[in-house]
């Protein structure tokens, strides 16, 4: 891509990067979530690649880097119901941590844990997803 | 309020319509991204910003996977004609007659038993079910989250989300087996 | 009730382009359009006429919130839907580097 989309990109995506992370930590206060906060993530993943390109060998060191960090997202959101298990009143995704003041940033229990987990989940898959279609791209020229 | 969300509900139409028939592949998908948008303002009218914000990221990167895979096909993929038309015989044979009357009886069809099973259903805008009263009331105190769809997405149907990272990780990995050109050595 | 009768409509339209289209993109858009469809119908059933978007706010005033069920239950599905439409494109790719066509009757056709 020519320089000023370069420098545009370079400006912007650290700027949609703390949007996402802001979004999926007042997931449970504002509108939004892990779901929206990973997708905004992944779009500023995606916008980065598409701006800089990058060759072979990097892409495919991202892609089993991204595919690890979404398989221990899902790890991390399953442990967090099995501990409800053993902690609660055996039941499975029993909130059991204390829930606070309805408002405040540190409130309803493991709600915001879960946030978190699952918007690493969606991030690292939308953006295993692009480097899959990349990747075959660049392969099968 | 039916009746703007109904003007933007045929907008979408012709977006449709308009990209199921367009006639290059570009288009089409660029069009696809009307009905995709479109969404995203009925979202905000109908007061559900956690979906306006999630569906206008997620249209987005459709739009860029779509593109990224028709980026290199050829241009002559849609030029063959729609209708098949034999020499010597009128345009409107047979077959045309028969496409035609089948897709309207269907589609009248289709809409006679819709009409027949939205009857439950309370006018546009009034309808109250029991599950949502009851999370509305204790929703917020029960789960300590101010957002009433985060509550009930993560504690009271944690199963569903579980259940939908699953999916969404099952999808990944069938993507990278059907997308990786060399088996691993 | 003219609002779900349009809806459905956009579900027919969707539902028409996976059927006589020939064109594997196209399918995939008519699906795409049947997706958005039914999630449009989930979020008109929640709505209720005044309310606000169901997020509590500390005044303790007695609102009228809209339906956060169908608002929960679509939020996944969007999710969803874009992991398996990326599938389907995922699938019409690698039949192009064989065939070198999108069209479904060529592909047909071109047995092996």
């Known amino acids: 891509m020519t320089s000023i989309v370069k420098t545009v990109t370079r400006l912007v995506v650290g700027v949609i990067f703390i949007y996402g992370i802001y979004i999926i930590l007042h997931g449970h206060l504002t509108p939004g979530g892990g779901f929206a906060g990973g997708a905004i993530i992944a779009g500023a993943f995606i916008l980065l690649v598409l701006a800089y390109g990058s060759d072979m060998l990097k892409l495919k060191a991202k892609e089993a880097g991204s595919s690890v960090m979404e398989s221990l997202a899902i790890l991390a959101f399953l442990l967090m119901a099995v501990v409800a298990f053993f902690l609660g009143t055996k039941v499975f995704f029993h909130n059991y941590l204390p829930k606070g003041i309805i408002g405040d940033l540190i409130s309803a229990g493991v709600i915001p844990l879960y946030n978190i987990a699952v918007g690493i989940e969606v991030a690292a898959a939308l953006f295993t997803i692009f480097l899959a279609l990349v990747i075959f791209k660049e392969e099968s020229k | 309020m039916e009746v703007i969300i109904s003007v933007i509900i045929g907008f979408m139409i012709i977006g449709a319509i308009f990209a199921l028939n367009a006639k290059d592949l570009l288009s089409a998908v660029i069009a696809c991204g009307i009905v995709g948008y479109g969404l995203v303002i009925c979202f905000l009218l109908l007061k559900a910003p956690d979906l306006a914000i999630v569906q206008i990221v997620v249209e987005t990167i459709t739009l860029i996977f779509m593109v990224a895979v028709i980026l290199d096909s050829s241009s002559k993929e849609l030029n063959e004609k729609r209708w098949t038309h034999l020499e010597g015989t009128s345009y409107i044979n047979t ?91 | 009730m003219i609002v779900y009768l349009m809806c459905f409509i956009l579900f027919l339209t969707g539902m028409y382009g996976v059927l006589s289209q020939r064109n594997l993109i196209k399918i995939v858009i008519g699906l795409s359009v049947m997706e958005i469809s039914i999630f449009l119908f989930m979020a008109l059933i929640g709505y209720i006429d005044a309310g606000v978007a169901p997020i509590v706010t500390q005044t303790g005033e007695q609102l009228i919130y809209v339906d956060p069920l169908p608002q929960a239950m679509v939020l996944t599905a969007i999710v969803i839907g874009l992991a398996t439409n990326a599938m389907l494109l995922a699938i019409a790719i690698r039949l192009y580097k064989k065939y070198k066509t999108f069209d479904v009757r060529k592909i047909n056709q071109l047995k092996g």
């Open chain 2, 95 to 185: 077959r045309f007659v028969v496409n035609i009357t089948t897709v309207i009886v269907f589609a009248g069809l289709l809409l006679f038993f819709f009409s027949q099973a939205i009857d439950v259903l309370a006018p546009f805008g009034q309808h109250v079910t029991r599950m949502s009263t009851a999370y509305i009331e204790n929703g917020a105190n029960q789960t300590g989250s101010a957002n009433l769809v985060t509550g009930i997405l993560f504690d009271f149907r944690g199963y569903d989300t579980l259940g939908e990272a699953t999916i969404l990780f099952t999808a990944v990995i069938g993507i990278l087996t059907i997308l990786r050109l060399k088996g691993k050595q």
